[in-house]
């Protein structure tokens, strides 16, 4: 996040004597995720970041792949995903490429007894249903339903729910996610014509010093693996820091959506963009306004990238009986459009209340085991008979 912020205690230099009221030094860090080029913080510990005292045997959390090459349209039951007690646990990848993995997570609680640290992927952590608050290094951030949180990779975390009802959609990025580059100007900032601004960010607040010593078991993520590492000191040790490099979260009910006199194209509902991927945020709004517009949007070839979308309330313009927590494959190289009767439906409309997140890799996705079991079967024909796409 191009987006500069100091907290807490720093010296006015960086790599400078910076003692602790005990005399010894405080710890300074540079934290990035990419090598030293990308943005960053600096950050100051009262202790080592380094103090691994014990690590257990790693296990496997890679998805099983059902179907490594599709071509068909597909759709899915979300809510179908079972609630399971741990958030680690209940996160179920559903769709794969070598960029980003997708999942879908129900979890009754969050982190409890560990900390969680993702050494492989930035995630985003799209709120459902639930609230609760982020705890990470730099502070807290507390979340609500329609939250987007953005966590960098590498950063240690803490997931606490306000209660046992949470539904979340997740992505696994390989690659920085980041606000897209021509909503910004070239020194960062956003431009005018952005749906969103500075003002709509939520940084972490409440920056609290750990002086604990112990165990401190941190699940670190890598390659598909979880390692056990318990670590001497509380990694939420900090005493201050700046620089560019934090998790952040903005709310789908802030992006203000863009509209014009007859259809706009998906791109103005971009939130979001990743290496090989972008997330779009489709909200309600008003309906083009030319007299004979057609509200509904033109059937289209995505040749170029997999379409997935993930239904979160309101009635869907295009589409026939889908449930709340559905999400729809559209793969690049048919094309698709709206269901039977969705065109003249919108026609003379003003406006819609859909709320929707759209994620379209631009590699084909893989697909698990775990989505083949909530899967709706026969989406493929429900151009020819909107009946098929019931849910099951
Ligand atoms: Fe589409």
């Known amino acids: 996040m191009p987006y500069y912020r100091r907290v807490g205690k720093v010296p006015d230099k960086r790599h400078v004597v910076f003692r602790q009221p005990n005399g010894t030094l405080y710890h300074e860090e540079l934290f990035g995720t990419e090598g030293f080029s990308g943005v960053s913080s600096l950050v100051y510990h009262l202790n080592p970041p380094t103090m691994v005292k014990e690590f257990g045997k790693p296990y496997s959390v890679r998805p099983n792949i059902a179907v490594e090459d ?5 759709s899915y ?5 079972r609630p399971e007690a741990d958030y ?3 996160r179920t990848v559903l769709f794969v490429n070598d960029d980003l993995h997708i999942g879908l997570a129900a979890p009754a609680a969050g982190t409890a007894g560990y900390f969680f640290k993702n050494a492989d992927a930035d995630e985003m952590i799209f709120v459902h249903k639930g609230s609760g608050t982020l705890t990470c290094m730099y ?3 507390d979340f609500a339903y329609g939250d987007y949180l953005i966590i960098p990779r590498g950063t240690v975390y803490d997931l606490h729910f306000n209660g046992p009802d949470n539904r979340l959609l997740f992505i696994e990025s390989f690659g920085p996610i980041e606000v897209p580059s021509r909503y910004r100007n070239g ?10 601004c500075e003002r709509d960010i939520r940084v972490p607040e409440n920056l609290i010093t750990h002086d604990e010593s112990g165990e401190f078991l941190i699940k670190i993520k890598k390659r598909g693996l979880i390692y056990p590492y318990v670590y001497e000191k509380h990694p939420f040790d900090v005493i201050g820091y700046d620089g560019c490099c934090f998790p952040y979260a903005m709310s789908i009910f802030n992006f203000e959506p863009i509209t014009g006199r007859i259809h706009m194209p998906p791109p103005i509902h971009q939130h979001f963009q990743g290496n090989q991927f972008v997330v779009c945020s489709f909200v309600p709004r008003m309906y083009d306004y030319h007299p004979m517009a057609i509200p509904a949007p033109y059937h289209h070839s995505n040749i170029d990238s997999d379409e997935l979308l993930y239904y979160v309330e309101g009635d869907f313009m295009s589409r026939n009986n889908i449930q709340q927590g559905q999400i729809t494959l559209h793969p690049g190289g ?5 269901h039977p009767g969705a065109i003249e439906r919108s026609i003379g409309k003003k406006e819609t209340n859909e709320l929707a997140v759209m994620i379209d890799p631009f590699r084909p996705v893989k697909i698990t085991e775990a989505a083949l079991g909530i899967e709706i079967p026969d989406y493929f024909r429900s ?5 098929e796409a019931v849910a099951n």
């Open 70 to 74: 599709n071509l068909q349209a597909r």
């Open 77 to 81: 039951q979300g809510f179908k995903i």
């Open 88 to 90: 680690l646990s209940s």
């Open 139 to 141: 502070g807290q951030i």
């Open 187 to 196: 020194s960062g900032q956003f431009l005018e014509h952005a749906p969103f």
């Open 334 to 338: 048919i094309p698709h459009g709206p």
């Open 383 to 387: 151009w020819i008979n909107s009946k």
